[in-house]
């Protein structure tokens, strides 16, 4: 889950929208992780690594703040102790559940579908890519609204990328003073209001949002006015 058009995203989409359930296959995973770890993910999702037959388990949480629990202290990598972990109480549920079948004990003849050997176990978080979403959803013409609205004729453009926004003032002179002035703020506080109409999570909070400044004249000296080795 890493963009809004990620089928992972689509389907945790439709799961936090009341649109689609948990996965029941996955349920006994997700309720070990709770009691062992004290989080539960909002989905999961086994697949194969893309070009690779090697199994991979995403575990999909809420919060990058739930996610961040099954990280290395460095917060880059996940710990893999809880990867471990995870993947070998998959291997044992699949296992039972296919043994179960087998004595005609129980129902799960989906796990035959089910390869734990070796599999990868990842993480991903919802709001991070919900944000992104609700700041592409703005439509362009919001956009320019809002810059005819904030009449400030050192305000360039507003550039959107992912769940970012950046003002762009044209010299690097006026982006040393917007930087040292209530003017970000107030730019800031007009952007939040928009993005709160295309936020239906209500994730973006406004005590943490802010925006970034930049200027026209770095854009083209430094990126050759190019939006491509910009947000490279």
Known sequence: MILPSDNVYQQTRLIKQGKAAFPPDFQPLAEWIKET???KPINIVYNTIENSERPRLEVCFEF??????????????????????????????VEAKKAMVMVGAGHGAGFSDYNPEGVWVIYSAFDRVAKMEANENIPQADIDALQKELANNDLWCISRMFSAATFFVYTDEQLEVYNHSGIKEAWAKKYFQLLKQYD???YVKEDNFFIYLDSKENFDTNYDSNWYYYYK
């Open 200 to 202: 239906p999570f209500d």
């Open 37 to 39: 770890y004290g989080v």
């Open 64 to 93: 990058e703040a739930e996610k961040a629990k099954f990280l290395d202290n460095n917060q880059f990598a996940p710990d893999t102790e809880k990867q471990q972990a995870i993947a070998e109480q998959f291997g044992k549920i």
